[in-house]
């Protein structure tokens, strides 16, 4: 069956969604096509939030998309990592190379890539990649606004709140329904930054979420989720007026995406009564392919624990053996699948978390070289260095997939198509205009007087123990309880009740919508002005506001909003924000580089606290509050269960000490001292002030990636 080609949203919603597939690799392009994807999505080699996998150059980017609408399936450009300063210039030369051949879309995490696009590439269809955390109906109706055509919704969505969603959806919708699931919610991950700069946000996630962790005498890989499997509820869920039905997986070999692909093909397109049937083969297929165990994650519900593994290896792949002793000539293991030379392995370090891949060039069975070997045997892996007894060992890859797509499509992609000749690129006019707004000797614009220090608390009585520090702002948690309190205390608190900011949560969902806006419409009646949103979804929920001059907010945005560059800052000003925290992610480098530009809207610094490395929607409620986690190399934890999921902190606090040498901050307005998530908040408050006082960072504090680099 060819596959077909839809021609817009609406037309696609009325045939029923695409199946959009991953590729990582010419062969896993190859492989998607051929068993019959819709649309594939891939990324170049630089500014996708894939970075680990192979991707693709230019020219072969150029040489698959006729090939691609030849078989009447579209293309979709990953360009969905953050951008730094620097950056920002190569980007605007991708996009702009790009418009001359142009993909059938866009995915788009980046604020100021989104403004480039919009202002000079308008051209290209850009779809909002689920690192933008949409979730709710504000969210969609603000990326509506923004100019997105498709939205990637969270993974963390059940199947009520997608219908609910889709029933009066400005733009069309993506659903992921197979592969890896995160921990954390995505957009919201800072742990594989905070632990080695490595940001998951820039796709050079680390998977700290695999790791093994002690608490007292448990030990588990109590982060570690399962693979999404939604197979099972494709009866439903093919009949929802989804854009597209998307498989995860840009990092995974030619086999899984050929079985899984064929799998949701054959689901798909069965008339009602052959489903059964369908299904069964479809398990099948998916059964062989090579993953996690698998669950239907949120789908079914938001109470997804079984959508968590913690006493299964985290590695994905299929389980081969434990490393029996070591010889001269490999690793001896009994097999309990079969393998090939050629197949793509990866071992899981018995000693640590650290993983390592590896092609099998050689096998032994008993004591002669074998091309393959089957479940059973005992063998002698040819493997790199390192290993020791105890280690796992897991297949990613089958070689003899590989070779099937290098004799099909695969070759007529690189034989038959034209090479893209990169050096003869003319820059379009829209070069020239975004030339002209970035030329001129870049001056770094002057420094406002005085900095002032902005304070986060948990709770509103917190507020009667700053009398001992100079807070010129604090910022409240918005939610019924500090509402109550800030009310019962304005007396004691005189003047402080007035400098509140009140702090919308990143997470808000279905009926909880209707006790924001509740909040809301209180803090009015309190005469509240000051506001702070963490999602582009909080916007919409101030409309009207602006009307009245005595209500009118001041909003600003927290470091949520992954400001990394100043075209993040344009868009953001133009969206009428008083003020943008830049992220905490950045290193000197790409702030010193972003303080050398006018600032379009005031700057905000984070500068103390103990930011939630994971914001997740699970729960987990076999652990304690009380007791720390413990990661292998002793890096400790805290667990803040809540009644909508659960962050995850760390013992040691962040504080960029650094930035308190700086004689000029161009544009920045205020240091935020975060004591949200501080077991002691008031002490941590006197400390802080003290440590500003003298100018010295605390001890025991991290840097984050302020000297050491983002990545």
């Not at 905070?194 to 002690?214: D, H, I, K």
């Not at 079984?306 to 097999?335: W, Y």
């Not at 406002?448 to 009585?461: C, D, F, I, M, S």
């Not at 992954?562 to 800052?569: G, I, M, S, Y």
Request: charged fraction near 25%; include cysteine.
């Amino acid at each position: 069956m060819k596959p077909r080609r839809p021609t817009s949203v609406r037309s696609l919603t009325r045939a029923g969604p695409e199946l959009l597939a991953p590729a990582g690799s010419l062969e896993t392009w190859a492989a998607a096509l051929e068993a019959g994807a819709d649309a594939i999505y891939l990324g170049l080699k630089s500014f996708s939030a894939r970075t680990l996998a192979p991707n693709f150059t230019l020219t072969e980017l150029t040489r698959i998309l006729d090939l691609t609408h030849e078989r009447g399936a579209r293309i979709f450009l990953a360009f969905n990592a953050l951008l730094k300063e620097d950056e920002l210039k190569t980007a605007a030369e991708l996009l702009d190379r790009l418009s001359r051949f142009k993909p059938d879309a866009l995915i788009v995490q980046d604020p100021g890539l989104l403004r480039l696009i919009k202002k000079y590439y308008p051209v290209f269809e850009v779809h909002a990649s689920t690192l933008l955390a949409v979730h709710n109906q504000p969210g969609l109706n603000m990326l509506k606004d923004l100019g997105f055509a498709r939205a990637v919704l969270a993974r963390e969505l059940s199947l009520d709140e997608v219908e609910n969603l889709l029933e009066r959806s400005p733009l069309g919708l993506e659903l992921f329904i197979h592969g890896a699931l995160c921990f954390s919610f995505s957009g919201l991950c800072l742990m594989s930054s905070f632990l080695g700069g490595r940001g998951s946000l820039r796709g050079a996630c680390t998977q700290p979420c695999r790791r093994v962790y002690t608490q007292g005498r448990k030990q588990g890989y109590f982060f570690s989720p399962t693979d999404l499997d939604a197979s099972a509820l494709m009866g439903r869920i093919r009949k929802l007026p989804l854009a597209a039905l998307k498989i995860e997986g840009r990092m995974k070999g030619a086999e899984y995406v050929t079985q899984v692909v064929r799998a949701y093909r054959l689901l798909l397109d069965a008339a009602e009564e052959e489903m059964p049937a369908a299904l069964a083969e479809a398990r099948s297929l998916i059964g062989a392919s090579l993953g996690r165990k698998r669950s239907i994650g949120f789908l079914a519900g938001v109470q997804a624990v079984a959508a968590l593994a913690p006493s299964h290896a985290a590695t994905s792949g299929e389980f081969m053996g434990q490393v029996l002793e070591l010889t001269r000539a490999g690793v001896k293991i009994k097999l309990r699948a079969a393998v090939a030379a050629g197949d793509r392995l990866r071992v899981k370090f018995k000693a640590g978390e650290e993983q390592r891949a590896f092609t099998l060039k050689r096998m032994f069975v008993q004591d002669r070289e074998a091309p393959e070997a089957a479940a059973g045997q005992e063998v002698i892996l040819a493997a790199p260095e390192g290993l020791a007894p105890g280690d796992l060992i897991f297949k990613v890859d089958a070689a003899a997939r590989k070779k099937d797509m290098a004799a099909s499509a695969l070759a007529r992609a690189v034989k038959s198509a034209p090479p893209w000749l990169d050096q003869n690129w003319r820059p379009s006019p829209a070069w020239s205009k975004i030339k002209a707004e970035w030329g001129g000797k870049e001056e770094r614009p002057p420094s406002q007087r005085r900095v002032e220090t902005w304070y986060r608390l948990p709770r509103a009585q917190d507020l009667l123990a700053l009398d001992q520090v100079k807070a010129d702002r604090v910022i409240l948690p918005l939610n019924r309880a500090n509402l109550r309190r800030l009310s019962g205390l304005r007396r004691r608190l005189g003047e402080k009740a007035d400098k509140v900011i009140w702090s919308l949560p990143p997470l808000v969902f279905g009926p909880a919508l209707a006790g924001l806006r509740r909040d809301l419409a209180e803090t009015a009646r309190m005469g509240a002005r000051g506001f702070m949103i963490s999602n582009l979804g909080h916007l919409p929920l101030f409309s009207g506001w602006e009307r009245n001059r005595r209500t009118r907010p001041t909003v600003y945005a927290d470091y949520r909003l992954n400001c990394l560059n100043t075209q993040a800052e344009s868009l953001l000003a133009g969206l009428g924000l008083a003020g943008v925290t830049l992220s905490l992610e950045s290193d000197e480098e790409n702030l010193k580089a972003m303080f050398n530009r006018p600032a379009a809207v005031r700057r905000l610094l984070y500068l103390y606290g103990r930011p939630p490395l994971f914001t997740s929607r699970f729960r987990l409620p076999g652990l304690k509050e009380s007791q720390p986690l413990v990661s292998p190399q002793g890096e400790r934890f805290r667990l803040w269960q809540e009644d909508d999921g659960l962050k995850v902190t760390a013992e040691q606090p962040v504080f960029f000490s650094s930035l308190l040498k700086y004689r000029s901050l161009p544009g920045v307005s205020a240091f935020i001292v975060d004591l949200e998530f501080d077991p002691r908040p008031a002490a941590a408050a006197r400390e802080v002030s003290q440590a500003l006082g003298r100018g010295r960072p605390l001890r025991q504090a991290s840097r984050f990636n302020f000297q050491r680099g983002l990545f």
